[in-house]
């Protein structure tokens, strides 16, 4: 999984925290929670805000 697989990642994260709302999460949390992931498979350095804004907005989306 990569940066850029928005919503697998939206996806993965839900379900490894799904108790978290993820409108009030810290991108830093957020960073650390991606890399964290056991099938993401990319250079932590190449996320970015836009990056995090994304995935937490696909996030959002998904627990809607």
Do not use: N, Y
Not at 20 to 27: A, E, L, Q, S, T
């Amino acid at each position: 999984m990569k940066w850029t697989d928005i919503e697998d990642i939206a996806i993965a994260l839900q379900e490894a925290h799904g108790e978290v709302d993820p409108r009030k999460i810290r991108f830093t949390d957020l960073h650390r929670w991606v890399t964290e992931l056991e099938e993401f498979d990319d250079d932590p350095a190449r996320s970015g805000e836009k990056i995090l804004e994304a995935i937490q907005a696909a996030w959002i989306d998904e627990v809607s």
